[in-house]
Nanobody, 122 residues
Framework: QVQLVESGGGLVQAGGSLRLSCAAS????????MGWFRQAPGKEREFVSA????????DYADSVKGRFTISRDNAKSTVYLQMDFLTPEDTAVYFC???????????????WGQGTQVTVSS
């Protein structure tokens, strides 16, 4: 069965760091770009970051540039999101998803994980 499973979320103080992981099963990882999105309470889901298959192309939302870093380990079928200098505004459920190319457009992603909660306290 095809699955994307996020992990690494939790509660952290402002200024702290977390690293999210997204492990893929099945034949859904190889050759594809991967992205991270997030959804805060009462808000729509928004793009955070994306990376292409080789890792040579990445994209970030302006709100996370310089603070978040996306990476992937293709041998482990896993994509990561290193989040530093977290603020309460980063509180959200974080989702990973698959796309054919690096894009911020949610509609271009076809497989989604269930999400992992990140809470940043002030």
């Amino acid at each position: 069965q095809v699955q994307l499973v996020e992990s690494g979320g939790g509660l952290v103080q402002a200024g702290g760091s977390l690293r999210l992981s997204c492990a893929a099963s099945g034949r859904i990882f190889s050759g594809y770009a991967m992205g991270w999105f997030r959804q805060a309470p009462g808000k729509e889901r928004e793009f955070v970051s994306a990376i292409n298959w080789s890792g040579g192309t990445t994209d970030y939302a302006d709100s996370v540039k310089g603070r978040f870093t996306i990476s992937r380990d293709n041998a482990k079928s896993t994509v990561y999101l290193q989040m530093d200098f977290l603020t309460p505004e980063d509180t959200a459920v974080y989702f990973c998803a698959r796309s054919s190319f690096v894009t911020a457009s949610e509609g271009e992603y076809d497989y989604w994980g269930q999400g992992t909660q990140v809470t940043v306290s002030s």
